[in-house]
Each structure stands twice: as structure tokens, then as C-alpha cells.
């Protein structure tokens, strides 16, 4: 699955200005609010955070990979955003995220999230492009970045 599949440029942040995991789960889901991707986003908030509490989706390399199951979406949605200083994400090697991916589908629908998933950690695997990233001077170059680099 390609990630221009599911992500779009107008879902990526440059630069996410939250400084904790609850404030940044809101800011990813006001821009899906904004972009229509989302119905009810207290209800998206309230599934991503009984997840996060029974266990963080801080990841490895500074990726974190918010995502649940929830009746606030009709089909799988994906919203990215960089934190240039980094975010204390209760990460599984200890360190700051820096790149935090929301993941939201369904709760009928459990293909497109596993494969949603699974694409964005082989993606971010990758520390040039994790590198890139971080250099990128707009939300474009991001997006660019992001769905060009499985052709490479």
C-alpha cells in the first residue's frame, strides 16, 4: 500500500507546536476535523487515548503511530505531523518523537489499518528519510518525501 493511499498533503503539519502526547493527538485531529475527515473528534479522542493507555504507540527512531478503531470516521484516515524538538511520547527505546502519525478507520475494518501500519514503519525505518524529513522546509517537500520513498 502506497502512502499517498491514504495520506494527502493537506493532512501533514510542518511543524506541530504541542508540547505533550494529549496535545498533540488534539492538534493532529483538528486538522482532520478541519479537512472533513473526522465527524466527531471527542469521540476519536476518547478511542486514541483508551489505546495510548493500555499502550503507547511511541515506536523506535522517533516515530509514533497513534491509532485506534472508532465510529468518528467512515473509512481509514491518516494525519501526519513533525515536532522539531521533539515530544516525550513514551517511546520504546526512551527517546522524543519527532514524527507522530494518526491512524484512525473504522471499527468494521481491520486491512487498510494493519497495512496503514505496517507502510508507515517501513517508511520511517529509513533514517535518511527521517533525516529528510526534518530538513524539509514545508509541509510539501514532507508529503513529497513521505510518498516518493518507497520508489526509491
Known amino acids: 500500500m502506497d502512502i499517498s493511499n491514504f495520506l494527502s498533503e493537506k493532512s501533514v503539519i510542518y511543524s506541530l507546536k504541542s ?3 494529549k496535545q498533540v493527538v488534539r ?3 483538528a486538522l482532520m476535523a478541519d479537512n472533513g475527515l473526522v465527524n466527531d473528534s471527542d469521540l476519536a479522542f476518547s478511542d486514541i487515548m483508551s489505546r495510548e493507555n493500555h499502550l503507547s504507540t511511541g515506536m523506535e527512531n ?24 521533539g515530544l516525550d511520547y513514551d517511546s520504546l527505546d526512551g527517546k522524543p ?12 475494518t481491520s486491512g487498510p489499518h494493519i497495512q ?5 514503519s517501513r517508511t520511517l525505518k529509513n533514517s535518511d528519510i527521517r533525516s ?6 514545508n509541509a ?13
Open 19 to 21: 508540547q505533550n502526547k
Open 62 to 85: 522517533g516515530l509514533a503511530i497513534p491509532h485506534a478503531k472508532t465510529d468518528a470516521v467512515k473509512k481509514l484516515v491518516v494525519a501526519f505531523g513533525v515536532h522539531r524538538k
Open 97 to 108: 518523537a519527532h514524527f507522530i502519525f494518526l491512524v484512525l478507520s473504522p471499527r468494521d
Open 132 to 137: 529528510e524529513i526534518l530538513q524539509a522546509q
Open 116 to 120: 496503514a501500519l505496517a507502510q508507515i
Open 140 to 152: 510539501q517537500h514532507i508529503f513529497q518525501l513521505l510518498t516518493q520513498s518507497h520508489k526509491a
Open 27 to 29: 492538534e493532529l485531529l
